[in-house]
């Protein structure tokens, strides 16, 4: 019981003190809102536009620490707004080669508006500038496709001025959106919405949330038995189910250059008490309750990375949570597919599987502590 303690105690507070450290370096999708009129298209778009005007291939990327660009990022970082704005202007011919607005097959350059970039502040914190580019269209009503290169990142699309049912979009990897005309606003329904977010949510876990991945790995190889399990995933989403609701309506706020450090202390944990059999479920399952609790702060930041509409956001939340479940299951089934339904039940199960598979476990969330707190240069993860 002292060990047990000890553990949770050493790892959570190193990661909440330390937690402070490095993220200037934190991706997140960009917000655009988009206007579509006859004569002209109009987009805002919020993110962190330094990473556009050093380079950095963003597709698939969570972290710039891991770019061969983020010195000349850290350097536009700690610009003033002025100098910054002026940097960008210059790089303005390379970036706005990657956007992507056309009409009946003809692609369409567009121009800046305005630049709005914040003042420095804190240089170990992501500052979010605000660009707008307007390009003039061709004669016609022919509707419009918006969107960039993957290389830009990920893309949250908004189509204003068509209220709670306008047209939304999550694009990745170069997608482009719907078709948007010009004389009206592109409708979504709430129940388009509600599927699309199941999707979402899935993704998050399943292939982009490695770290929730890992997470619920470590409690599938706590116990051969079914029990502990169901009595550890319950926890989990019941904990993460309520924080997830709680932060995504503003009640609960915690960063997430906190919360994600602490994530990766609960995979740790997890492994580390795998590994030396600790035991007894009732306990473990109250932890798995408690680091379900910040697991659900770090959904409710990528739900909330995603600009929803209030008007929908309910049917955002819920069918999020569900692909989130989803993805939590299909974890968990593929494990019991892949060594629980054949080995689970041999004498050698745990000393051959269930223990090196929590080490390592362990070892790749003592990365992350390392990492995500900014304790010392580390190389990429191939994961």
């Known amino acids: 019981m002292f060990f047990r303690s000890m553990i949770v105690v050493l790892l959570m507070s190193m990661a909440s003190t330390l937690g402070q450290a490095g993220h200037a370096h934190e991706i997140r999708p960009a917000i655009a809102d988009v206007e579509v009129t006859g004569t002209h298209v109009t987009i805002s778009i919020s993110m962190t536009l330094e990473s556009l005007a050093a380079g950095i291939n963003l597709d698939g990327l969570d972290n710039t620490n891991n770019a061969p660009e983020t010195a000349l990022y850290d350097r536009f970082r700690a610009m003033s707004p002025v100098a910054f704005e002026a940097a960008f202007r210059d790089a303005w011919p390379r970036i706005s080669r990657g956007f992507v607005i056309e009409t009946a097959g003809e692609r369409i350059k567009p121009e800046i508006v305005s630049v709005a970039v914040p003042a420095v502040g804190n240089a170990e914190l992501p500052r979010d500038s605000i660009l707008v580019i307007s390009a003039e269209l061709p004669e016609g009503d022919d509707p419009v496709i918006v969107g960039w290169q993957a290389s830009y990142g990920t893309l949250v699309l908004r189509q204003i001025g068509g209220g709670e049912n306008a047209y939304e979009a999550f694009l990745t990897s170069g997608d482009l959106s719907d078709p948007l005309p010009r004389s009206e606003i592109a409708q ?61 309506i503003g009640v609960v706020s915690v960063p997430a250059h906190i919360v994600e450090p602490l994530i990766a202390a609960s995979i740790v944990y997890v492994g580390v008490e795998n590994a030396l059999n600790l035991g007894n479920t009732r306990l473990r399952t109250a932890i798995v309750f408690g680091f379900g609790l910040l697991h659900g702060l770090g959904f409710a930041s990528a739900l909330g990375d995603f600009g929803i509409a209030s008007g929908r956001f309910v049917q955002a939340l819920i069918g999020f949570n569900i692909g989130v479940e989803l993805g939590q299951l299909a974890v968990i089934a593929i494990a019991f597919l ?43 993860l191939p994961i």
Do not use: C, M
């Open 338 to 380: 892949s060594v629980g339904y054949w080995f689970s039940t041999t004498t050698w199960y745990r000393k051959a599987i269930a223990v090196p598979v929590s080490v390592v476990i362990s070892a790749i969330g003592l990365y992350w502590v390392i990492e995500r707190t900014g304790l010392a240069p580390l190389p990429p």
């Open 188 to 248: 979504e329904s709430g129940l388009s919405v509600f599927l699309r977010y199941i999707v979402v949510g899935f993704e998050h876990i399943v292939p982009l949330g490695v770290d929730h991945i890992l997470f619920v790995l470590g409690l599938f190889f706590f116990s051969p038995n079914i029990r502990p399990l169901l009595w550890q995933v319950s926890a989990f989403t019941l904990a993460h189910t309520a924080t997830l609701a709680l932060a995504s």
